[in-house]
């Protein structure tokens, strides 16, 4: 290595030996690899914008990990955002954000990509770029700074981060990934101005460029009009879809860290998108069309993932994996491949059906971990509005089952803040609570496992871009703590019932920029300047200097969480093109107010609108809409 | 059967703990295809055992450890298979099979052999001229944290070598039986205090090079007898 290389090695070694959790930084997991980057024609600097447990644990960030590197022109490194010690510690000895493989400054890279998970972490993406000597503004970056790229599903709102983030890549990344690599590697080498790439890039379909565009407002702070800069840019970016899981890239091999990080095991993906429609859900929507891994090549992926991490657990992963068609087969067949190598399965918890039950009994058997339940909401009637298809009925028989199965733990999923809810609906979760605990006391004592445990949790309702209630204001902060307060009061007398909620402050910071715009970009950086970071950590955030931020800029929170947005509003993602349409959803949220459902689309297609792009849903068959 | 194996904890892994590298080990052993055994029970885990915990910051340049084998490997092959298996930063060198019925190999170590280089060039110096006055010492008082707290031990019949190499890096083997154990961390801070130093957040360099063990009263390297 060079000579500089080699400082910064001392350096960095000096700070973990004074950091916690030094492990973190250090690199050199099993199946990471330092390519040689002179030899590379593109570096991506791989960034999760979340500690080094979290991004870990993140099954998107290895696809494209795995799918960047497997091209023999391209070196792809990992950053992840630093604990605060370990932070401190980079600016006093000015050491810049180093990635894992090589050790290079972020500043290093033709291209750095952030995957954006949820609204929460977006000032480490500044902190991020600011510590790996990147210009955080777009406008501010010279020719031979990186290009920034963002994708994931906070992507379908980019407007808050528009003045930061050079290209935005839209839905399924597999491929569109290399698209950008290309195109950037090649303007790279051709020594165009930064804008020629720019206008390059908008090319691509699914590549939004908020440099190419401009937003007015009226006075009422609504949106104008969104204006191109540039006739060549579309007006509208269409998500990109990958039609066949089956030939889509999934990594053979992937990190398999030291430390234990949170989803420590094999994330097998059997399916993307989903079909049951809950209006609250926005990956549901987003990831449509539903397209389904075949047993063959799950079977081959588990069996190389297997061979090259030496992991012990197999975890199925999907929106709702009791859905995939072949459910019961693959488990079997899993369990049959893997039973000399001791691997266990860890199931959708909400299909421990009878097919399932013996074998799972046989392999499961050391671990009954809590099961999980999410009902959502505590009435019918709000599981109608907001068309969650689970009945009381439906989860008492499960719950009664899994109490029969030995289990004693139970986790019970609850959102508070959804639209139309009263007291009844709150009433509604204490009493189905009750039901559960009673379920529990009718198995025979010397059947059950010893030890009820309920734990109930409520997090409060965000309205999403792409879902039914986008246009829906969110519950104020007086109304969610008395709903919480409520609640806690309620649960108290039931026994074995454990009542927990997140922090509201968190949801409306959150509502604001899932449906900000453009504007909110200002207060992000002032917020960033004031010392906001990891917020998405309770005994990190600062919800004083966030609300200083939006007075400073001028702008009110309340604009963006809750007013309710009517129907012919110009929304800040309208120019894009997720698949399901504008109409769609209104008739959605026009059904909700009557809490009329609407049946999985598997049975019949709704005409989401994926339909209109050919052979890419398979449900979808003309003439049912 | 069993099999021992030596193996190096390198430079870019000094920070991962214990557990860690366990954890590492027993995937690696996994991904060998390996013939290995695993426990009886509820919850069967690979039959593994290492012969000393690392402490964390330490480069091992011979750490051992013992596998349980359903059916018999060649040494070579198990060496070759583990490595195909093993990050860069952590390699076996050398293998070789177990008597059977033999102790654990956590029973048989008695000692370690050291190198520590404090990083700070005039500090090191200082340590090295001292080191003769400190071994005159009869009583060398240490702190020794243990579970309920911190105890005071005398560490001078634990120290059975030390001297500065040319640079003033110290060589050194500490005892490391279950009652008298001594770490370089408590050697160095008596070093240092010996040099009128209060303040131990000191920067040094770390490597455990040899695990001994005990053959008719006489150290040997853990490796050759057990
Ligand atoms: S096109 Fe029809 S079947 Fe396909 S996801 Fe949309 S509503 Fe469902």
């Known amino acids: ?97 180093f990635s894992m493989e090589s050790r290079r400054p972020l500043c290093d890279f033709d291209m750095i990509g952030f995957t954006l998970q949820y609204e929460m972490s977006y000032t480490n993406i500044l902190a991020m770029m600011d510590l790996g000597r990147v210009h955080l503004l777009s406008r501010d970056r010279e020719r031979d700074e990186p290009i920034v790229v963002a994708g994931g599903p906070c992507a379908f709102n980019p407007e808050p981060l528009a003045d930061f983030i050079d290209a935005f890549m839209l839905g399924d990344g597999e491929e569109v990934t290399l698209d950008v690599t290309r195109t950037i590697r090649d303007w790279k080498e051709s020594g165009e101005p930064r804008m020629e ?87 549901g929507l987003l990831y449509r069309p539903v397209r389904e891994r075949s047993l063959d090549r799950l079977m081959e992926l588990a069996v190389s993932l297997e061979k090259s991490t030496g992991y012990e657990d197999i975890s199925l992963s999907s929106l709702s994996s009791g859905d995939y068609t072949c459910l019961a087969e693959l488990i079997r067949d899993l369990l049959r491949r893997f039973k000399q190598e001791h691997v266990s399965i860890s199931l959708p918890s909400l299909r421990i059906d009878s097919i ?37 009925s439906d989860l008492i028989e499960k719950v009664t089952d899994a109490f029969q199965g030995g289990w004693s733990s139970v986790k019970l999923y609850f959102m508070i803040g959804l639209p139309t809810e009263t007291c009844e609906d709150l009433d509604g979760m204490a009493d189905l609570c009750q039901k559960v605990n009673r379920c529990y006391f009718t198995v025979p004592k010397d059947q059950r496992a010893k030890g009820l445990r309920i734990t109930a949790s409520a997090s409060s309702f965000v309205p999403k871009p792409f879902t039914p209630f986008q246009w829906v204001p969110q519950d104020t902060q007086e109304m969610l703590r008395e709903k919480q307060q409520y609640l806690k009061e309620k649960m108290k007398t039931i026994k074995g019932v454990n009542f927990n909620y997140h922090e509201s402050k968190t949801s409306y910071l959150e509502a604001c920029f899932a449906r900000g715009d453009r504007r909110l970009g200002r207060v992000l950086l002032r917020a960033y300047q004031k010392g906001c970071i990891l917020d ?90 | 059967m069993r099999m021992l194996a030596l193996f190096e904890k390198g430079e870019r892994l000094r ?64 060496e070759k298979r583990m490595n195909e298996a093993l990050p860069e930063d952590l390699k076996v060198f050398s293998c070789r099979p177990l008597p059977p019925h033999g102790p654990a190999l956590m029973a048989q170590v008695c000692a370690a052999s050291w190198h520590l280089k404090i990083l700070d060039d005039d500090l090191r110096r200082r340590v090295q001229e001292s080191i003769p006055s400190f071994l005159e010492k009869d009583e060398i008082p240490a702190m020794k944290k243990t579970k309920s707290g911190e105890k005071e031990v005398n560490i001078r019949p634990m120290i059975l070598h030390l001297e500065a190499e040319e640079d003033g890096t110290l060589d050194m083997t500490l005892q490391m039986e279950e009652s008298q154990s001594c770490k370089p961390s408590m050697l160095l801070e008596s070093l240092l205090r010996h040099n009128g130093i209060q303040d131990f957040s000191v920067r040094y360099a770390l490597t455990r090079d040899h695990l001994l063990g005990r053959h008719h009263d006489t150290l040997c390297y853990l490796e050759d007898i057990a």
């Open chain 1, 1 to 97: 290595m060079d000579l500089y290389a080699d400082r910064i090695d001392d350096r960095i070694e000096a700070m973990l030996e004074k950091v916690q959790k030094a492990s973190r930084y250090t690199g050199g997991e099993m199946n990471t690899q330092v390519k040689p980057w002179d030899k590379a024609r593109l570096h991506y600097g791989f960034c999760f914008p979340d500690t080094y447990e979290v991004g870990m644990s993140h099954l998107g960030m290895k696809i494209l990990y795995g799918l960047v590197n497997a091209q023999e022109d391209s070196v792809c490194e990992r950053f992840f955002m630093p604990w605060t010690d370990m932070k401190a510690l980079m600016e006093e000895e000015q050491v810049p954000l």
């Open chain 1, 197 to 283: 790439c720019m206008k390059a890039l908008s090319q691509i379909p699914g590549v939004y460029v908020p440099s190419l565009y401009e937003t007015d407002y009226h006075e009422d702070g609504t949106i104008r009009e969104m204006r191109r800069l540039w006739d060549g840019a579309p007006e509208k970016v269409r998500k990109c879809v990958v039609t066949d899981l089956n030939t889509a890239y999934y990594p053979m091999e992937i990190p398999v860290p030291y430390t234990e990080i949170i989803h420590d095991r094999i994330m097998l993906e059997i399916m993307r998108g989903c079909t049951r429609g809950c209006r609250f859900c926005q990956a």
């Open chain 2, 15 to 78: 920070h991962i703990g214990h557990l860690d590298i366990m954890r590492a080990m027993q995937r690696a052993l996994r991904r060998s295809s390996l013939p290995v055994s695993y426990s009886k029970g509820f919850n069967p885990h690979i039959l593994l055992g290492f012969a000393s915990a690392m402490p964390v910051g330490a480069v091992g340049k011979c750490e051992l450890m013992e596998v349980e084998l359903d059916s018999d490997v060649d040494a070579g092959e198990f």
């Open chain 1, 356 to 392: 399932l039950k013996e074998s799972l009994e046989e392999t499961q058997k050391e671990r009954k971990t809590s099961l999980t339940f999410a009902p959502e909401a505590g009435t019918q009637r709000l599981r109608d509005v907001i068309n969650k298809g689970v009945t009381e």
């Open chain 1, 536 to 625: 998405g950590w309770n005994e990190l955030f600062r919800f004083d200097l966030w609300m200083e931020a939006f007075e400073e800029e001028g702008l009110d929170p309340a604009f963006y969480a809750f007013r309710a947005r009517s129907r012919d509003e110009i929304l800040p993602w309208d120019f894009i093109d997720a698949g399901v349409t504008k109409e769609f959803l209104w008739r959605e949220y026009e059904k909700s107010q009557n809490a009329v459902v609407t049946p999985d689309c598997r049975k019949g297609c709704q005409g989401c609108g994926i339909h209109k792009w050919k052979g890419v849903c398979s449900y979808a068959h003309a003439g049912t809409v």
